[in-house]
C-alpha cells in the first residue's frame, strides 16, 4: 500500500443497503481511490481478518462500520476496527440504533430461531439448529454465537461519528467524504467528537413543505386506507401517522414529498433521548378528545404500536429490549 490514509467499511448485522450507498455517490467514489488505500472492506475486495490484525493500532484512518451487533463475530470485529481505526463510524440506522434487526429484541432467541428454522416458509423436517461448535470428520468447525439481544456499535465500542439513515442519503455521504479529505489537507476542521454527521439537527417537519395548520386528529388511519389524500396538507393532519416530528432532518423530507409518512429512518432529533417517548407526546398531543374512551379508540388507530414507535430505534432506546429477550441468556 501507499503512504495514503486507509479506509475500511465492515457490514454486521444489517441488508447492506448502506454498502449500496457509498457505491451511489457516482463518480465521487473516485475521491475516495484518489485519497484513500481501501484497507479492508470484504464486500467489495478480498480480505481477511489476520490482514486487519497485523496493521499498527489507529493504521486505518477512516471507518465506515454499518450494522449492528449480534452474534460473537460482530462484537470481535467492532473492537478490532476500534483499536485499529483512527476514526470509527457508526453508519447507517443500524449501527447506530439497532434498526430493523434491532426488532427481534422483542422476542426470545427461541422465537427467533423458531421463525427462521420452524416456519411455514422452511423445510427443515429433523429440526436443525445452528450451533456455535459442531464436529465435522475435518475437526471442530465453528460459528459466530448468537446474542440474546442485538446491540448498537456504541454500547460495544466508543464510536467517533453517527451518520443516521436507512439508508444514508448519498448526497449526504458525499458531502462527509469531501469534508473528511478537506480535513485530512489541513483545508478543514472535523466536527467535536460524538457528533452526527451527514443530517441536520432538527426533524423533519421543518423541511417538509407540505401545509400545517392546527393539528386535531380524529382518527388515525394507514394511508392505503384512504380513498383520497391531500398532495398539499401535512400527513399528520389527514390523520396518517407520520414520525417526522420526532425524526431528525437531512433526508430532504423525501418520504412526505412522494406521498409516504415518514417512517424515522434518520433516527432521533438532536436533543431526543427516546424516538419512541418523543412520538408519543408528539402523536398525543394532537388528538382531539378529552374523553378517554374516544382517545382510547383513536388510538386503535395505530395497528402496529411497536413497529410505529421502535422501527428502527428499538436497540439504542431506553426500552432496549423486551423481558423475553434480556432474561434469557447472558448478555455480551
Same mark, same amino acid.
Given at each position: ?10 457490514? &454486521? #448485522? ?32 478480498? #480480505? ?10 489507529? &493504521? ?15 462484537? &470481535? ?26 426488532? #427481534? ?26 450451533? !456455535? ?75 417538509? !413543505? ?8 380524529? $382518527? ?63 402523536? $398525543? ?27 428502527? !430505534?428499538? $436497540? ?17
Amino acid at each position: 500500500m501507499s503512504d495514503k490514509p486507509k479506509f475500511a467499511m465492515y457490514w &454486521a #448485522a444489517s441488508c447492506g443497503g448502506c454498502e449500496i450507498a457509498v457505491l451511489n455517490i457516482h463518480e465521487k467514489i473516485l475521491d475516495v481511490d484518489a485519497n484513500f488505500d481501501v484497507a479492508f472492506w470484504p464486500v467489495a475486495m478480498d #480480505a481477511k481478518y489476520k490482514d486487519v490484525e497485523a496493521l499498527p493500532d489507529e &493504521a486505518i484512518t477512516l471507518t465506515l462500520f454499518n450494522g449492528g451487533i449480534r452474534n460473537s463475530e460482530n462484537e &470481535a470485529i467492532a473492537k478490532l476496527l476500534r483499536k485499529k481505526s483512527k476514526f470509527l463510524v457508526a453508519f447507517g440506522s443500524c449501527a447506530c440504533e439497532g434498526c430493523i434487526p434491532g426488532l #427481534a429484541n422483542f422476542s426470545s432467541p427461541k422465537d427467533v430461531f423458531d421463525a427462521a428454522y420452524d416456519s411455514v416458509s422452511t423445510d427443515n423436517p429433523d429440526g436443525v439448529r445452528p450451533q !456455535s461448535s459442531v464436529t465435522v470428520p475435518e475437526g471442530e468447525l465453528e460459528i459466530p454465537k448468537f446474542y440474546p439481544v442485538l446491540k448498537t456499535l456504541d454500547q460495544v465500542v466508543p464510536v467517533d461519528y453517527y451518520m443516521p439513515g436507512c439508508p444514508p442519503e448519498s448526497t449526504q455521504i458525499g458531502a462527509v467524504i469531501d469534508l473528511v479529505i478537506k480535513a485530512l489537507k489541513g483545508e478543514a476542521e472535523l466536527p467535536p467528537a460524538g457528533a452526527t454527521i451527514g443530517a441536520g439537527a432538527t426533524t423533519v417537519c421543518d423541511e417538509c !413543505s407540505r401545509k400545517r395548520n392546527i393539528k386535531t386528529i380524529k $382518527a388515525f388511519t394507514r394511508i392505503q386506507d384512504l380513498e383520497h389524500v391531500d398532495p398539499e396538507l401535512c400527513l399528520l393532519e389527514q390523520g396518517i401517522p407520520c414520525n417526522g416530528p420526532a425524526t431528525r432532518n437531512g433526508c430532504g423530507a423525501l418520504c412526505p414529498l412522494a406521498g409516504a409518512q415518514c417512517i424515522g429512518c434518520y433516527g432521533p432529533a438532536e436533543g431526543v433521548i427516546d424516538f419512541g417517548a418523543r412520538l408519543m407526546t408528539a402523536f $398525543a398531543s394532537v388528538i382531539d378528545s378529552d374523553d378517554q374512551d374516544e382517545i382510547d379508540r383513536i388510538l386503535d388507530g395505530l395497528v402496529d404500536p411497536a413497529g410505529q414507535f421502535y422501527r428502527f !430505534s428499538l $436497540a439504542g432506546s431506553l426500552l432496549g429490549a423486551a423481558k423475553s429477550a434480556w432474561q434469557t441468556g447472558e448478555e455480551k
